[in-house]
């Protein structure tokens, strides 16, 4: 087993780090917003005094395709850079890094493999700057990208795509605007719950867990309420980088299941996915397990939610969860998202079959089976408590 | 009991994953076959080869082959790892998709193909804790 983590510079302006590093040529992978938001000048400006050549590629799109990620790995080729900078959220650092590992090893995106080293620091070398508090992709080696012919999100990595360099200087998420800050902020908290009670999770990874879960509870409606918080804001972002320490070591769990089912068909924004569907994966795991259940318990502890036995802090945690999110106005329900009642139950046998083939749903301490998933996602829609 | 890595052992896999509804479900858009390697070490003495084809929910061949008779077959899909790593996975001590995401069980062949397969890949598993197994420790 093993356990990874970036160089990580954290604080009221890091981005200065950017001064200090080596290099002739930096492939910034973002998207127009970002760019059109200034941060990609910010961190070009930032570039300047380390006298590195920038190219910018701003043509990431929510939910990436593999079609972007070798556009952007065909202009890389062309520039021939030695650093990759991933600007934005998940979806632009996900685009850099498997762009990345395109460039450097001459391959498509689905041929990487955890399994083959392709040497892609001999090439050049990976730096991730998050401009949402919620993905954590700067932390994890993970990639999520999006197989258009089949509207179905696909899971990709190496270990090699685990950035050499995150860096979180809180002005680059201070503009998040609240609906943003709130949806990414439950993605994080979801990574965050379930790196710690997967099957896959570590004593490395517990920690970075709890003290994310913690962070979460005490800053996310803090910073949807005034964005101009910037202890809140700093908080939050710390937070979802360690939460995807949690997971990027640990593994997620069903509510990415569902989440990414849900948004390969429907394009639902992946953060208002995963905080949708937590609860409602919570209840089913723990109504089934008995060390999730105890997990579950030490965080409601742990974060002061409640005392008392096992069976009531797990509840009073789900219960907290769902709090928070009518705190920050996150869609409890997938009728909340206005997805029409005969569209999604017309999709459930494509719901069920991209949900129980995620990694994702073989590593909880409970797995279901077609039925339960199928179970899950009609609860979810009108808004039921899991209660098998 | 049957010998891991054997033809033995093959065989009443292959007789477990035609028998499972659930692989047959799970499985029914599968195309792809695999060499399934254990590496020396310990008992084991040389790399061994277990060729698995399996498709549309069904396992239609195995064999068992040498490194001196691997050209015999080009499998889609080439998963390697030590005989401690292959019983992890039988045992369920750790999940196949674990194993591959860490290492311990080398994949070869599109990765993004197995990973829209987990659920199948979870059943063969299961498949294979119904075969009473030795292993070659």
């Known amino acids: 087993m093993f356990f990874g983590v970036p160089f990580t510079v954290f604080g009221d302006?890091?981005?200065?780090?950017?001064?200090?590093?080596?290099?002739?040529?930096?492939?910034?992978?973002?998207?127009?917003?970002i760019a059109k938001l200034g941060l990609a000048e910010l961190v070009v400006n930032e570039l300047k005094p380390a006298n590195i050549e920038c190219k910018i590629f701003d043509g990431v799109e929510p939910d990436p395709s593999i079609k972007t990620v070798e556009k952007a790995a065909a202009i890389a080729k062309d520039f021939k850079p030695d650093w990759f900078i991933g600007l934005g959220g998940g979806s632009s650092m996900d685009a850099c890094k498997?762009?990345?590992v395109c460039y450097a090893a001459g391959i498509g995106p689905l041929d990487m493999s955890p399994s083959d080293f392709f040497d892609i620091r001999a090439k050049a070398r990976l730096l991730c700057?998050?401009?949402?508090?919620?993905?954590?992709?700067?932390a994890t080696w993970a990639i999520v990208l999006t197989d258009t012919e089949q509207n179905r999100k696909v899971a990709l990595g190496s270990y090699e795509t685990l950035p050499d360099v995150a860096i979180l200087d809180p002005r680059m998420v201070m503009s998040m605007p609240p609906h943003v800050t709130g949806s990414t902020g439950m993605d994080a908290l979801t990574h965050a719950i379930e790196g710690y009670t997967t099957t896959w999770r570590t004593p490395f990874t517990d920690g970075p867990g709890l003290a994310a879960i913690k962070l979460i509870f005490e800053n996310l409606k803090k910073a949807v309420d005034n964005g101009k918080d910037a202890e809140a804001r700093k908080?939050?972002?710390?937070?979802?980088s360690q939460a995807g320490t949690c997971f990027g070591n640990g593994m997620a769990g069903l509510a990415h299941s569902c989440g990414h089912a849900l948004g390969g068909i429907f394009h639902t924004p992946h953060g208002v996915a995963m905080g949708l569907y937590l609860p409602y994966t919570m209840e089913f795991v723990a109504n089934g397990s008995e060390e999730t259940l105890q997990r579950f318990a030490e965080i409601a502890r742990f974060c002061g939610i409640a005392q008392g036995s096992d069976k009531e802090c797990s509840k009073a945690l789900i219960a907290a969860v769902r709090k928070l999110m009518k705190d920050i106005g996150q869609s409890p329900t997938v009728k909340d998202l206005k997805i029409d009642k005969d569209k999604y139950l017309k999709a459930m046998p494509g719901l069920v079959d991209r949900a129980v083939?995620?990694?994702?749903?073989i590593a909880v301490t409970r797995v279901p089976d077609n039925e339960d998933l199928q179970k899950i996602f009609v609860c979810a829609y009108d808004g039921k408590p899991v209660d098998f | 009991m049957a010998l891991f890595g054997t033809l033995e052992w093959a065989t009443a896999f292959m007789e477990a994953v035609n028998a499972s509804k659930a692989y047959e479900e799970a499985a029914k858009t599968w195309e792809g076959d695999f060499y399934f390697i254990i590496e020396p070490g310990g008992a084991v003495k040389e790399l061994g080869y277990t060729y698995v084809d399996l498709w549309h929910g069904k396992c239609r061949k195995v064999d068992v082959v040498t490194d001196a008779t691997k050209d015999k077959y080009k499998p889609e899909f080439v998963l390697q790892a030590n005989v401690g790593t292959w019983r992890k996975v039988a045992e369920k001590k750790i999940d196949s998709i674990q194993a591959i995401v860490t290492r311990q069980l080398k994949l070869t062949g599109n990765m993004g193909k197995v990973m829209r397969a987990v659920k199948a890949a979870q059943e063969l598993v299961n498949c294979v804790t119904r075969v009473k197994t030795e292993y070659p420790e």
């Open chain 1, 235 to 240: 908080s939050m972002m710390y937070a979802a």
């Open chain 1, 357 to 361: 083939n995620e990694a994702m749903s």
């Open chain 1, 13 to 33: 302006d890091s981005l200065q780090y950017l001064n200090t590093i080596k290099g002739k040529r930096a492939f910034i992978v973002t998207d127009a917003t």
């Open chain 1, 129 to 138: 700057i998050p401009t949402t508090s919620g993905t954590g992709s700067e």
């Open chain 1, 98 to 100: 498997s762009s990345l």
